[in-house]
């Protein structure tokens, strides 16, 4: 683990939820309609993390396309080879293993 801990939990948010202020997400705006987030907590720092709708978005984009990427990751696990041991054909190499090519 790296020593700086950030903590985002996102809930269900109201309308009178927003309010104006500043962006902490990536357009860092001011002045402008933001979300409470939730809390922020690092070494140095504790405060409220608020975000704008844009910024929202694109932080859920990012977090549902991580939960894809695992998912892909567990089906991908069992048809996972390291490709141990090699055998050559023809002048090309194959792996023993899974039977796939393997260019070197
Ligand atoms: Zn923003
Ligand atoms: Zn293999």
Redesign the pocket.
Known sequence: MSGVAVQIGLRAPSASDWVTGR?W?????EN?R?LWIGPLRTPVAEGDLY??G??IAELMLLAREEERRRDLEELAAPYRCDHRELETRDRETFCRGCGRQIYL
């Open positions: 962006c997400l990536y357009c860092r705006r402008v933001v975000a704008c844009r910024c």
